[in-house]
């Protein structure tokens, strides 16, 4: 190895480590020669040394497709690295999704990445304090751990104006609901509702306010949309705090013989990339996800590299709007 | 530890090596002592006396909710074990998917799954053969691994022969290409194309044969249909061979102002969960994603366990028909 890439054993084996003392351009030939030889150190090995160069990353589930855009956007970040993001699915129980935590922890990971909805702060806490963490998607103020978080009451301020701009007033809005440990005041979907609630107030229609709680999912936004349309008068535009929410919801109004949006606005959260085809042509807020995931990374590095004060990463979103919201009918 | 138990310390070790000579009764005690304690034993220790519990998932991507339901199969199937399934993102070109698995074999799973479109089947061998491995999604006979497959001979014939049912004749298709160093005709893609051919050959419908070459996704899609809506006389019929190749083609459907089913039916393959949305309601093959997550963590285990012999898996589809597809308009 060292005599193909014609430098001294010592640099190849701190480039191998990372080490200081190695010269740009003597690292470019190392890490050349290395990859011409196929040849990989085993990163369990590294580890007994202190690093596995391994990023956990805690996922509830893959079916949401922002959480598509959060792993592209860490894969980026880290691809001029020598870490790898490995992906474990947590779950609907916060049995489950501690158990994917502690399975990250027990494979000695060099840090976590993870979005857990259903942790108490204690519980994120307590991970923080073994492995260097970043929380995704909580609000909460911790000095443990760094957090990147959309801010999610100016982006349902952005929904719910807009629908009044264009003429709105019986708004009705899903939101979702878990066993969270959490305060509610720091949880995404309630920050949504709350916002949603006070700007219907601040614009005089305090009586239009209806909440569907459902789940974040198509088949809760189906229900929830459903139970919202049975009411009477029934809505003429719903706010789905999440776009797979809104996708059920456009399916419950399409059944209900009901056209969108002549007869029922809807809009979402999270401008999936669904929510651009010409067939849902979704109104929804832009969080930029891989922007999310980009920094999440970043964060995480310079943890593993030795910073301990908590930063909190808070990205403003946007309104992104399409056919599916337009004035009501008259 | 032992003590909190009231069972030997032999016993302890046995039940956290998975040992042979303990009764169901005394794993479960000792099992629940273990949860009460919080104790874990941390699987890279284990790791170096042979075994990590970690079963490596490699996925090119996690956009497509086909692969949702495979982890979901994956991970029911590993519920009982102390197993856990890691899932690594490949990607669209061959060197990423083979560090993603080189990044696997690093960190000393016990096993590999994956979904490797672009490796050649001597890569797939390779790999086999420093870890246990179960290969999702491809048709190659192999002695070192595991397959687990759908019929896709089988699914794409029951879609064809329903739009000729239906009374199409000019039925196009959108097949999907990539830079993979496989034998053609081991890629799904591919035997879902040949059969579209062969069975409109076999129908007279050699004439009408028509493919336009993208990829499964929704862009892929959107593109290949317009594409085929260009031609004169344009298709009636358009088989997507994913179905996020056929919500592209729905768009590229609505868009061009034609109606679905009437002007034009669309029909994809996968059964992903949107498919069943009532604004989407696309007819589709349903492969049962869940059932070969589990087949492969299954067989996965018992490759670790010791065997060595090679087992094909497949699944048998079945077509989901829904409101896309309809007779042509006369």
Do not use: C, W
Not at 167 to 173: L, Q
Request: glycine residues 8%.
């Amino acid at each position: 190895m060292a005599s193909h890439a014609q430098v001294s054993v010592t640099a190849v084996s701190k480039v191998i480590r990372n080490a200081y003392g190695v010269s740009p351009a003597m690292r470019d030939r190392v890490k050349t020669a290395i990859e011409e030889l196929g040849y990989r150190p085993q990163a369990v090995a590294r580890g007994m040394r202190g690093r596995t160069f391994t990023i956990g990353l805690m996922l509830p589930h893959i079916r949401n497709p922002f959480f598509a855009d959060i792993l592209d956007g860490l894969t980026e970040q880290l691809a001029g690295t020598d870490y790898r993001a490995f992906m474990i699915q947590g779950g609907a129980t916060r049995k489950v999704e501690r158990l994917a935590v502690d399975a990250l922890i027990d494979r000695q990971v060099d840090g976590i990445i993870m979005v857990a909805p259903l942790a108490s702060k204690a519980r994120l806490e307590e991970v923080a304090q073994e492995k260097p963490t970043v929380v995704l998607a909580r609000h909460e103020r911790s000095s443990f751990y760094d957090s990147v978080y959309d801010d999610d009451e100016a982006g349902a301020e952005l929904v719910v104006k807009h629908l009044i701009e264009l003429g709105h007033r019986r708004i009705a809005h899903i939101t979702h609901q878990d066993d969270s440990q959490a305060q509610p005041a720091d949880l995404l979907h309630n920050i949504r509702a709350a916002t949603y609630e006070r700007v219907m107030r601040e614009h005089g229609l305090a009586d239009e306010i209806a909440v569907a709680t459902s789940f974040y999912h198509e088949k809760g936004g189906y229900e929830g949309a459903r139970e919202l349309l049975d009411r009477d008068p029934r809505p003429t535009a719903i706010f789905a705090g999440a776009d797979q929410a809104a996708f059920g919801a456009l399916a419950a109004v399409y059944e209900a013989g009901l056209r969108v949006p002549a007869d029922v606005s809807v809009a979402g959260y999270d401008n999936t990339h669904l929510a651009a085809l010409p067939n849902i042509t979704l109104t929804s807020v832009d969080q930029e996800g891989s922007v999310m995931g980009g920094a999440a990374g970043k964060l995480l590095l310079e943890r593993i590299e030795g910073r301990t004060s908590a930063v909190r990463f808070s990205v403003t979103p946007s309104l992104v709007v399409r056919g599916s919201t337009a004035p009501p009918a008259s």
